[in-house]
């Protein structure tokens, strides 16, 4: 369970919630008074909304899912879909603050500009709408301030003429074994279309837990050199690619995965009251609330657009 927790929420399995985090293993337990028991008998598993695309996964047992031209097509085909319609897309104008009209409306203050909205879905992190809330809803701004968020770095790593000791999907390390790496995904063996010409082998190092904290608070910046040589002894000491890689890219994503810690469903549920007794038209999404991964995100959307429109979030 703490390679489990350190590989998804790159969190510490002491502080995180069974609950939120893991829903189905404690659904399986509370049914069955056991977690195996409860899985093999079907507990904790929700409807899913069905489509061909879904049928299809189901049918191929897909693992895991990408796009040819990388996962950035996913918000590429999204912008043209929307403008195509005739949807205002503001880029590079970061929401500064909320305001509620005497009508019952938003006031949307985007820096230099504003905007009025009849409801608004954020799908910004709990922390930062917390701030952007007005005096009205400062019980609701204090809930979502409690919703923390952690870091991560992930470095891309290519070799040529490598290859993997072992086939799979990747592996997760526990933190006694190893503080700093979270895990290693092996790309070459999950999408090898995608590996270029000519072929060659690349992995993805995630960095993060305890290590990363510790530089943090020591005010180190997390320099790319630093992140890379982490990476390197990784690969090297797990899976044996000693030799220096042809392309590196480090990326470090600042409070990128929110943790669900003891009591988060309670945060959910008292954030929920809150809108519903004041009818605030706001709507929550995205990572904060039910689930960090892309795919849990792309449902929150999902529903909340329902929500919004007064449909039923399942139809």
């Given at each position: 369970?703490?390679?489990?927790?350190?590989?998804v929420?790159?969190?510490?399995?002491?502080?995180?919630?069974?609950?939120?985090c893991f829903?189905?293993l404690?659904?399986?337990?509370?049914?069955?008074?056991s977690?195996?028991?409860g899985?093999?008998l079907?507990a904790g598993?929700?409807?899913?909304?069905d489509?061909?695309l879904?049928?299809?996964?189901?049918?191929?047992?897909?693992?895991?899912?990408s796009?040819?031209?990388?996962l950035e097509?996913?918000?590429?085909?999204l912008?043209?879909?929307?403008?195509?319609r005739?949807?205002?897309?503001l880029?590079?104008?970061?929401?500064?603050?909320?305001?509620?009209?005497?009508e019952?409306?938003?006031?949307v203050?985007l820096g230099?500009?504003c905007?009025?909205?009849?409801?608004v879905?954020?799908?910004?992190?709990?922390?930062?709408?917390s701030?952007l809330l007005?005096a009205?809803a400062?019980?609701?701004?204090r809930?979502?301030?409690?919703?923390?968020?952690?870091?991560?770095?992930?470095?891309?790593?290519?070799?040529q003429g490598?290859?993997?000791?072992?086939?799979?999907?990747?592996?997760?390390?526990?933190?006694?074994?190893d503080p700093?790496?979270?895990?290693?995904?092996?790309?070459?063996?999950?999408?090898?279309?995608?590996?270029?010409?000519p072929s060659?082998?690349?992995?993805?190092?995630?960095?993060?837990?305890?290590?990363?904290?510790?530089?943090?608070?020591?005010?180190?910046?997390?320099p790319?050199?630093?992140?890379q040589?982490?990476a390197?002894?990784a690969?090297?000491t797990?899976l044996?690619?000693?030799?220096?890689?042809?392309?590196?890219?480090?990326?470090?994503?600042?409070?990128?995965?929110?943790?669900?810690?003891l009591g988060?469903?309670?945060?959910?549920?008292?954030?929920?009251?809150?809108?519903?007794?004041h009818?605030?038209?706001?709507?929550?999404?995205?990572a904060?609330?039910?689930?960090?991964?892309?795919?849990?995100?792309?449902?929150?959307?999902?529903?909340?657009?329902?929500?919004?429109?007064?449909?039923?979030?399942d139809?």
């Open positions: 369970m703490d390679s489990l927790c350190r590989g929420f790159a969190g510490s399995s002491r502080e995180l919630s069974v609950r939120s829903p189905s404690f659904q399986a337990e509370r049914t069955h008074r977690v195996l028991l899985l093999l079907g598993q929700s409807s899913q909304p489509s061909g879904v049928r299809r996964a189901r049918a191929e047992r897909w693992s895991q899912w796009l040819r031209g990388g097509m996913l918000p590429q085909a912008t043209t879909h929307l403008t195509s005739g949807v205002t897309v880029r590079g104008q970061p929401a500064c603050g909320l305001s509620l009209q005497a019952g409306r938003w006031k203050s230099d500009s905007l009025e909205a009849d409801h879905i954020s799908a910004v992190p709990a922390s930062v709408l701030k007005p009205e400062a019980p609701l701004a809930v979502l301030a409690t919703i923390a968020a952690v870091s991560v770095a992930v470095v891309n790593l290519q070799y490598a290859r993997l000791p072992v086939q799979g999907f990747g592996h997760l390390v526990p933190s006694s074994e700093g790496t979270l895990g290693i995904v092996y790309d070459s063996v999950a999408f090898p279309e995608q590996d270029g010409s060659s082998l690349r992995v993805t190092v995630m960095l993060g837990g305890s290590w990363l904290q510790t530089l943090k608070a020591r005010g180190c910046a997390s790319q050199e630093l992140l040589q982490k390197q002894e690969v090297a797990q044996g690619l000693k030799e220096p890689p042809s392309h590196c890219l480090v990326h470090l994503h600042k409070n990128c995965i929110p943790q669900y810690t988060h469903w309670k945060k959910l549920e008292s954030a929920s009251h809150f809108l519903a007794a009818r605030l038209p706001l709507t929550l999404a995205g904060s609330y039910e689930g960090v991964a892309l795919n849990d995100c792309i449902e929150s959307g999902r529903q909340a657009a329902a929500r919004a429109l007064g449909s039923e979030p139809s």
